[in-house]
Each structure stands twice: as structure tokens, then as C-alpha cells.
């Protein structure tokens, strides 16, 4: 099963989708991200169970100019070809 993350604190403007794309990309992790209109980022990971959980583990930091304060985590079903970015829903 695929995770569903919802990352909130100040987690726009600061690169994350953009970051988490590359690390993700990095841990050979598939799904997608993007920025929601209530200031947090969404996002659904899937892939080897290694690579979700290392994902998720840089989620809670984020990149450097990021101040993450909460990252809700849920099971969703679902598997992805690629990760991507997504509009701004």
C-alpha cells in the first residue's frame, strides 16, 4: 500500500515539491506532491518499503529552508510509474 502525507508548518515557497521530487527520485520512491491552498503539501508515496520510510523520515525535516511542525501519514491504495509534481489543489 501506498502513504498519504500531509505536511504542515512552512512547507511553501521554500523548494519542498521540488526537493522532496529529487530525494524521492534519489530512494527510487514513486508517487507525487503538491502544494495544497490551506498552506500544507500533500503528498502519496509508494515503492520498497525501505525507500517509503526514509522518504517520509526527510518529509519530517524537509529541506533545509522548511520548518516542518506535523506529518500526518495514512495508508491509501495506489502504485505509481514515476513521481511528480501536481498542481495546487
Do not use: C
Amino acid at each position: 500500500m501506498a502513504k498519504h502525507l500531509l505536511i504542515s508548518g512552512r512547507v511553501q515557497g521554500v523548494g519542498f515539491r521540488y526537493a522532496m521530487g529529487e530525494e524521492a527520485e534519489r530512494l527510487g520512491a514513486t508517487g507525487w506532491v503538491r502544494n495544497r491552498r490551506d498552506g500544507t503539501v500533500e503528498a502519496a508515496v509508494d515503492g520498497a518499503p525501505e525507500a517509503v520510510d526514509a522518504l517520509i523520515s526527510w518529509a519530517r525535516r524537509g529541506p533545509p529552508s522548511a520548518r516542518v511542525t506535523g506529518v500526518q501519514v495514512s495508508e491509501i491504495p495506489g502504485s505509481f510509474e514515476r513521481f511528480e509534481m501536481r498542481p495546487t489543489e
